[in-house]
Protein backbone atom coordinates (compact mmCIF):
# COMPACT_ATOMS: atom_id res chain seq x y z
CA UNK A 1 0.00 0.00 0.00
CA UNK A 2 2.93 2.31 0.28
CA UNK A 3 3.94 3.91 -3.08
CA UNK A 4 6.97 6.66 -3.39
CA UNK A 5 6.83 8.09 -6.33
CA UNK A 6 9.73 10.52 -7.30
CA UNK A 7 9.77 12.99 -10.16
CA UNK A 8 12.23 16.02 -11.38
CA UNK A 9 14.96 14.31 -13.35
CA UNK A 10 16.17 15.12 -16.52
CA UNK A 11 19.45 15.79 -18.10
CA UNK A 12 21.45 18.75 -17.73
CA UNK A 13 25.14 19.56 -18.25
CA UNK A 14 27.74 19.68 -15.60
CA UNK A 15 27.24 22.75 -12.84
CA UNK A 16 23.80 23.17 -13.11
CA UNK A 17 20.70 22.07 -10.81
CA UNK A 18 17.95 19.90 -10.05
CA UNK A 19 15.58 19.51 -7.56
CA UNK A 20 14.01 15.65 -6.86
CA UNK A 21 11.37 15.28 -5.11
CA UNK A 22 9.81 12.50 -3.47
CA UNK A 23 5.96 11.84 -2.98
CA UNK A 24 4.73 9.30 -0.34
CA UNK A 25 0.99 8.36 -0.51
CA UNK A 26 -1.00 5.10 1.36
CA UNK A 27 1.01 5.16 4.87
CA UNK A 28 -0.15 3.11 7.67
CA UNK A 29 2.78 3.73 9.96
CA UNK A 30 5.11 6.34 11.45
CA UNK A 31 8.02 7.38 8.84
CA UNK A 32 11.51 7.18 11.01
CA UNK A 33 13.64 8.18 7.90
CA UNK A 34 13.24 8.94 4.12
CA UNK A 35 16.79 8.82 2.22
CA UNK A 36 18.44 8.97 -1.30
CA UNK A 37 19.91 6.58 -3.10
CA UNK A 38 21.40 6.27 -6.41
CA UNK A 39 22.60 3.96 -9.15
CA UNK A 40 25.11 4.91 -11.41
CA UNK A 41 25.37 2.65 -15.03
CA UNK A 42 27.17 -0.76 -14.28
CA UNK A 43 27.43 -0.02 -10.59
CA UNK A 44 25.44 -1.11 -7.45
CA UNK A 45 22.93 1.28 -5.22
CA UNK A 46 24.88 3.74 -3.24
CA UNK A 47 23.74 5.83 -0.65
CA UNK A 48 23.38 10.00 -0.94
CA UNK A 49 21.25 11.36 1.90
CA UNK A 50 19.01 10.43 4.51
CA UNK A 51 16.73 12.93 6.75
CA UNK A 52 14.99 11.72 9.66
CA UNK A 53 11.41 12.42 10.24
CA UNK A 54 11.29 13.38 13.99
CA UNK A 55 14.16 15.10 13.93
CA UNK A 56 15.44 16.08 10.69
CA UNK A 57 18.62 15.36 11.30
CA UNK A 58 20.54 14.50 7.64
CA UNK A 59 23.30 12.57 6.71
CA UNK A 60 25.20 12.81 3.48
CA UNK A 61 27.43 10.54 1.53
CA UNK A 62 30.62 11.96 1.11
CA UNK A 63 30.57 12.77 -2.46
CA UNK A 64 27.14 15.02 -2.11
CA UNK A 65 28.27 17.13 0.64
CA UNK A 66 27.95 20.95 0.04
CA UNK A 67 26.05 20.62 -3.00
CA UNK A 68 23.58 18.33 -2.28
CA UNK A 69 20.47 19.21 0.24
CA UNK A 70 18.02 17.17 1.40
CA UNK A 71 14.59 18.41 3.26
CA UNK A 72 11.00 16.99 3.91
CA UNK A 73 8.03 18.33 4.35
CA UNK A 74 5.69 15.98 6.93
CA UNK A 75 2.27 17.89 6.19
CA UNK A 76 2.60 16.62 2.21
CA UNK A 77 4.16 13.48 2.77
CA UNK A 78 7.35 14.92 0.53
CA UNK A 79 10.85 14.76 0.47
CA UNK A 80 13.32 16.55 -1.99
CA UNK A 81 16.80 16.64 -2.82
CA UNK A 82 17.87 19.75 -4.04
CA UNK A 83 21.38 19.30 -5.98
CA UNK A 84 23.60 21.59 -7.04
CA UNK A 85 26.88 21.83 -8.99
CA UNK A 86 26.18 18.77 -10.89
CA UNK A 87 29.00 16.71 -11.93
CA UNK A 88 28.88 13.64 -14.64
CA UNK A 89 29.18 11.10 -11.95
CA UNK A 90 26.19 12.27 -10.25
CA UNK A 91 24.72 10.37 -13.35
CA UNK A 92 22.37 7.61 -11.91
CA UNK A 93 18.88 6.57 -11.30
CA UNK A 94 17.68 8.40 -8.48
CA UNK A 95 15.66 6.08 -5.68
CA UNK A 96 13.40 7.42 -2.81
CA UNK A 97 13.36 5.40 0.31
CA UNK A 98 11.62 4.82 3.23
CA UNK A 99 12.21 3.33 6.14
CA UNK A 100 9.38 3.37 8.97
CA UNK A 101 9.38 3.68 12.68
CA UNK A 102 9.81 -0.14 13.52
CA UNK A 103 13.48 0.11 11.46
CA UNK A 104 14.57 3.12 13.93
CA UNK A 105 17.50 0.68 15.13
CA UNK A 106 18.69 0.46 11.65
CA UNK A 107 21.55 1.69 9.62
CA UNK A 108 19.65 4.39 7.44
CA UNK A 109 22.81 4.91 5.41
CA UNK A 110 22.60 1.49 4.10
CA UNK A 111 19.63 -0.04 1.47
CA UNK A 112 18.57 -2.70 4.55
CA UNK A 113 17.55 0.34 6.89
CA UNK A 114 14.28 0.82 4.28
CA UNK A 115 10.99 -0.89 3.62
CA UNK A 116 10.05 0.83 0.60
CA UNK A 117 11.87 2.19 -2.59
CA UNK A 118 10.25 4.46 -5.38
CA UNK A 119 10.63 3.41 -9.15
CA UNK A 120 13.61 5.79 -9.55
CA UNK A 121 14.30 8.75 -11.92
CA UNK A 122 16.68 9.30 -14.09
CA UNK A 123 19.31 11.94 -13.79
CA UNK A 124 21.47 12.72 -16.96
CA UNK A 125 24.66 14.86 -16.07
CA UNK A 126 26.60 15.97 -19.36
CA UNK A 127 30.12 16.98 -19.37
Known amino acids: QVQLVESGGGLVQAGDSLRLSCAASGTTLSVYAMGWFRQPPGQEREFVAT????????YYADSVKGRFTISRDNAKNTMYLQMNSLKPEDTAVYYCAMAPNSHYYKNIRTRSGYDYWGQGTQVNVSS
Open 51 to 58: ITWSSTTT
